[in-house]
């Protein structure tokens, strides 16, 4: 339980309206049973979002998730983080129970067709649900879907003409709404079908993964796989708003959940250390699916992926940050073969690896090093890449890596405080090779 | 040829610096190597272009085609329709021997990296031509190209991916720019490729047909057709510029020289009445390739659908217009067999067949209907359906057009003086009816 004086304090970059120190954030016990209270009132962050295309801007701000007291008297309000980027603005909903409260969903849906796109083992689960939020009280909607195969390796060309097959089957036209229900291979499909169909109809995402809400939800970018790469076919495209029922998580795998905490715990690393602090006491909460440390811990990223993706929209530096263990991880999905671990598992272990490449580098304290540590083990993450890994299979990957530069890796590293971190270049060859060997039998 | 009276006068929407009326307008010959001036100077007409996504503005100006005394002396200037859409802004160069100034081009390319993309018929003709383009006195720089099967029927996902291929195993980044060589299949898979591959890389477009010079190259659509329909699938995507060598256009079998100028047609009679009129001075050298007059030709064409689109980004009533023709057209293209019949013909049988409706309703005067028939003529386009074609065939396929509301069957016809339109469901349907029955035999 974490005591009030070292409870969050917000990062120098906001500008907030600070409440007495112990109502910024929720304060959970290991039970997640007892009620509290969010930050009553959050100033909005105006930030700047540029996609390829447009110059835009992201306003990230919060409203309060209400105390268990007023959520009995009727439906709880959703924490908001509002997405401001001009006429393409949309809000991003997360709660508990928000798939209960249809007018949520049904204030973005334009025109009367609705087609939800998700998969096999998501529609089982929730399809009823979403159509009925969809329809309830508004019988002039009607909602078709259709239901893709699960995985990663479905995230393909062939696959995604079946979201079209069945637009255009049903006839849908330019006022239709596309719904993605599942998680970031859904999100991802849906939101090119949504952006390509008839050139670019309405689209809600509906993220079901710890992973998909705090990552794909935010910053535009959908698309599909080609058989030589990741995520090579895609377009930069905006939802009408994204609605997170963190109860959605109840049903998913516990390694999914964990993988999806390795972002999270990445976005406190790389720029928000009272966020990590948060989450250091809280992340039994997080792992026992506690709706509103769940909400907080969302709502959070989201901001913070908002504000990098806003600094710099081309990635020429700052953005890359959010690859934090992604270039070491890269390396164990390829070495290790895609989908034995999954991408948070990898990303884990790299975020290990990077770490302990910063302190080799004497950039930061060994506490930081037990700090990763620590968290990772909690939320029950690898701490080091799977024993078949060889030296050689990490430098193969890496040489390739798309942040090679004239040569020279560029990798983030931690630097200084805790929240800090730097990508480049400039760094001693030997302790990456140090590092490559401490991780590798050979 | 033409009196100087009623040469070119610009319609009133435009402000424009006005010369001596006689400077306005290249005034040819039937023999098209007596040299002549272009307009000197037009001041920029702004308009307001607005895509799905973003509020755009279209600025279209133009700059002098050089006489020939000048172009002895060195490469023709260019005429240049500057599309200013925001930081996506673009121009359209237009004129002959274009491709012979690498200049022009080498300026738009970005990074070190081009992929062209080209088909079967037109890369025998011009691909060592653009290719040279490209790569003299430009040592960095490297070209790879694509050659898709020709045919509409190849516009489609599984030659997409074609594409994607290759960009992938050339390894090609995001620095890449993706060029289209070709007519409007090309040049709309290839926007929509280069779309989609990276979320979006840059395009530069080389239409060869009349067209895509006249119609595909503004307006930013891009896409593939759906085995179910035409072009369902697809993005709305802007060129880094379209370059537009009139000269290409001496290898375009005259039927498809014909089909474009069914489209050019269109835009004097919807909405540019002193352009007609042009037309009918100038049909001739049109039809015998003469670069400025095709250069003028394009020059307005582009001008005119870029004012309409931006006027009316939603296709709620005025963009509707720059389908006069089409109605009657698609049922036309339907009915008889894709392919059958050139899109550029059906459009004027079913010009034809508009402006007949028009007259049955007194919207417009019998000279009018008379001036029409003799520019098609002119044209050697059609001036009436295949003579297959029933009253039944038209009507079943025109039931089902996107312009069908509540059972009524909005079309675009002429009404009051030359270059008026309207586009309405509020017609004597005894028109329709008779217009069917004058032009089929059961
Ligand atoms: N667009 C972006 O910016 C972005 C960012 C990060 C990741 N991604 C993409 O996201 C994908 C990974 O997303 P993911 O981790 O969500 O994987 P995923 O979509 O494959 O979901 C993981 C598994 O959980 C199941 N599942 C989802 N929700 C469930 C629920 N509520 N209950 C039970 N099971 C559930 C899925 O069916 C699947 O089997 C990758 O394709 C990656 O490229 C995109
Ligand atoms: N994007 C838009 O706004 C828009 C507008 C109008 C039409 N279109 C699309 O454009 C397509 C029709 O375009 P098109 O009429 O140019 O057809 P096309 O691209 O099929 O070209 C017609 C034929 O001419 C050949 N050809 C092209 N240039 C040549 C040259 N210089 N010399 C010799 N042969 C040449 C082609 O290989 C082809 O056989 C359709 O798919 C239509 O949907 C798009
Ligand atoms: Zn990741
Ligand atoms: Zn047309």
């Not at 109502?23 to 979002?49: D, G, I, T, Y």
């Not at 809400?213 to 090579?232: F, M």
């Not at 983030?412 to 400039?426: E, M, Q, R």
Request: aromatic share 6%; hydrophobic share 40%; charged share 20%.
């Amino acid at each position: 339980m974490a005591s009030t004086a070292n409870a969050l304090s917000l990062p120098v970059t906001r500008k907030i309206a600070v409440g007495s120190s112990d109502r910024l954030a929720p304060r959970l016990p290991s039970s997640s049973s007892v009620s509290f209270r969010l930050p009553v009132e959050l100033k909005q962050v105006r930030l700047n979002v540029t996609s390829r295309a447009t110059r835009v801007r992201i306003c990230a701000s919060a409203t309060p998730v209400m105390d268990k007291a007023a959520s009995e008297a009727g439906p709880r309000a959703p924490t908001i983080v509002d997405v401001d980027l001009g006429d393409r603005s949309y809000p991003i909903y997360i709660g508990s129970g928000l798939l209960d409260q249809p007018e949520l969903l049904q204030r973005h849906v334009h025109g009367k067709r609705v087609l939800i796109v998700t998969n096999e083992t998501i529609a089982p689960l929730y399809l009823d649900k979403v159509t009925h939020a969809l329809t309830v009280g508004n019988p002039n909607v009607s909602v078709d879907h259709v239901i893709l195969p699960d995985g990663e390796k479905y995230k393909n060309m062939d696959v995604l003409m079946k979201v079209f097959d069945k637009a255009i089957e049903s006839r849908l036209d330019r006022r239709c709404t596309f719904v993605a229900l599942g998680g970031g291979v859904i999100g991802d499909m849906c939101g090119y079908a949504a952006a390509s169909f008839l050139r670019g109809v309405n689209f809600i995402q509906i993220p079901t993964t710890v992973m998909s809400q705090v990552d794909s939800s935010v910053g535009g970018k959908t698309g599909i796989n080609h058989r030589l790469g990741k995520n090579l076919i895609g377009a930069f495209y905006q939802p009408q708003c994204v609605l997170i029922d963190t109860d959605t998580l109840n049903t998913l795998p516990d390694r999914e959940l964990a993988s999806g905490l390795a972002e999270v715990i990445k976005y406190g690393l790389i720029r928000d250390a009272d966020f990590f602090e948060w989450q250091e006491k809280n992340m039994q909460a997080l792992m026992s699916r506690d709706p509103a440390a769940l909400a907080y811990a969302i709502k959070r990223s989201c901001e913070n992926k908002a504000e990098v993706v806003s600094l710099d929209e081309k990635e020429s530096g700052l953005r890359a940050t959010l690859n934090l263990g992604h270039t070491f991880g890269h390396a164990i999905e390829t070495g290790f073969g895609y989908g034995v671990w999954l991408h948070g598992e990898a990303v884990a272990a790299g975020i290990v690896m990077a770490v302990d490449m910063s302190y080799r580098l004497g950039w930061i304290d060994e506490s930081i090093v037990a700090r990763v540590q620590n968290i990772l083990k909690q939320a029950k993450l690898p701490t080091a890449p799977p024993e078949t890994m060889t030296v050689e299979m990490f430098k193969s990957v890496m040489a390739v890596d798309k942040k090679v530069a004239d040569g020279l890796l560029r990798l983030i590293l931690l630097k200084g405080h805790l929240g800090n971190c730097v990508f480049t270049g400039d760094y001693d060859r030997k302790a990456l090779d140090e590092t490559l060997h401490s991780f590798c039998k050979s």
